[in-house]
């Protein structure tokens, strides 16, 4: 329950002190909400949780930050890319951290989603959204 409170907390902070932040974050959460499948839930250390076909896809924090599975042939490739990080915490895993600012670009945060999404729903092999990943062009 702790985390729940802490990360409300974050939230009510990023709406009032960073609001460029805040509008980012609800728009990835209402985009993200819309996909087949998704389901949302509180997540065990805070934030919003996102399902699909039961199994966790990503969850974001209040502060704008968005933890992914991504898998680590995919996580390589992406940070490769530079489009996301390593994971904050667990950094050797297959998680990824995409950091929410007032300057950062939605449409790439929700491309590597859909990417992700794509895997998780078996539309796409991981061979084909390498694929796609490499003929990307992300700019930081």
């Known amino acids: 329950m702790l985390p729940l409170l802490l990360d409300e907390q974050l939230k009510v902070y990023t709406l009032l002190f960073r609001p460029a932040v805040y509008q980012k974050m609800m728009d ?3 985009t993200i909400k819309q996909w ?3 389901t949302t839930h509180y997540h065990r250390y ?3 949780e ?3 076909n039961g199994r ?6 209040g502060n704008g930050l968005l933890d992914a599975l991504a898998g680590r042939q995919i996580r390589a490739l992406l940070i490769e890319k530079q489009a996301v990080h390593t994971h ?3 950094a050797e895993s297959g ?22 999404h794509s895997l998780h729903t078996c539309r796409q092999s991981v061979t084909d959204i390498a694929h796609e990943i490499e003929t990307s062009i992300f700019t930081n």
């Open 95 to 116: 998680w990824i951290s995409l950091y929410i600012t007032r300057t950062t670009d939605i449409r790439q945060v929700l491309t590597v989603l859909q990417w992700l």
């Open 88 to 90: 904050h915490i667990l």
């Open 28 to 30: 990835v959460v209402h």
């Open 50 to 52: 996102f399902r699909v």
């Open 36 to 38: 087949e499948g998704i």
């Open 56 to 61: 966790e896809l990503a969850h974001i924090h």
């Open 46 to 48: 805070g934030g919003l």
